[in-house]
């Protein structure tokens, strides 16, 4: 079993929708990335938290410690938000290792 | 824009030749991590390098090593290439801390022909 699985592995959606990526790890951590991948490689990091909710713009990233389970979502989804999503939480006993989903590629019709 | 320069942004080598990919972080970010994407995988963690010194590593054989440097870029060797190297290498920089974001390079792809 992996140790972080993330659905659905691909959405399709139309612009304007409301999009949920969820995460789920089986390891401990002390806090989670979520990360975004164009193609060509390039990655950002969107958020890192480790309790409760983060907000920015039209993203919105929720963790819950006890049921080891995150969400990111996006709000009136557009084009441009088409792109591989990875969840990556921090292991609690390393410094700076992170373990990563498989990424939930997204694709946005206008 | 990250701050985070990896070059060359692609490469192609022959078996059994070396490589080396480089890593320019942000200035003060002293933890850089490097990471391995195969085609269609999620990132492997290679290793991690705090203050010039390597500070935690993954499932990878020796022939692949690193090096920081005290102006915040780094290196990452990989020797005897095999066509298994074939992959997206990244790096990531950070202050040290836990909770701290981590801000990555565009990426090294590497072809081992």
């Known amino acids: 079993k992996n140790e972080v699985e993330q659905s659905p592995q691909n959405l399709t959606a139309q612009e304007g929708e409301f999009i949920t990526i969820n995460c789920s790890y089986s390891?401990?951590?002390?806090?989670l990335h979520w990360l975004q991948q164009h193609p060509g490689g390039g990655i950002v990091s969107l958020f890192m938290?480790?309790?409760?909710?983060k907000k920015h713009g039209r993203l919105i990233a929720t963790i819950n410690i006890q049921e080891k389970h995150s969400s990111l979502h996006i709000t009136a989804s557009h084009p441009r938000d088409s792109a591989v999503y990875i969840c990556?939480?921090?292991?609690?006993?390393?410094?700076?290792?992170?373990?990563w989903g498989a990424g939930t590629k997204l694709i946005i019709k206008p | 824009e990250t701050g985070v320069t990896q070059s060359p942004t692609h490469l192609i080598k022959t078996r059994g030749q070396q490589v080396t990919l480089r890593c320019s972080s942000q200035?003060?970010?002293?933890?850089v991590s490097w990471y391995q994407q195969a085609l269609g995988q999620g990132p492997q963690f290679i290793f991690q390098?705090?203050?010039?010194?390597?500070?935690g590593r993954g499932n990878f054989p020796p022939r692949f090593s690193g090096l920081q440097f005290p102006n915040y870029s780094s290196e990452l060797n990989v020797n005897a290439l095999e066509l298994d190297d074939s992959a997206l290498y990244l790096c990531?920089?950070?202050?040290?801390?836990?909770?701290?974001?981590?801000?990555f390079g565009q990426g090294t792809r590497l072809t081992v022909v």
């Open positions: 990531a920089s950070s202050v040290p801390g836990r909770h701290t974001e981590a801000f």
């Open positions: 200035s003060g970010h002293n933890t």
């Open positions: 390098y705090y203050r010039e010194e390597e500070n």
């Open positions: 390891v401990g951590i002390s806090a």
């Open positions: 938290l480790s309790s409760g909710k």
């Open positions: 990556a939480p921090l292991l609690g006993d390393s410094n700076y290792q992170l373990i």
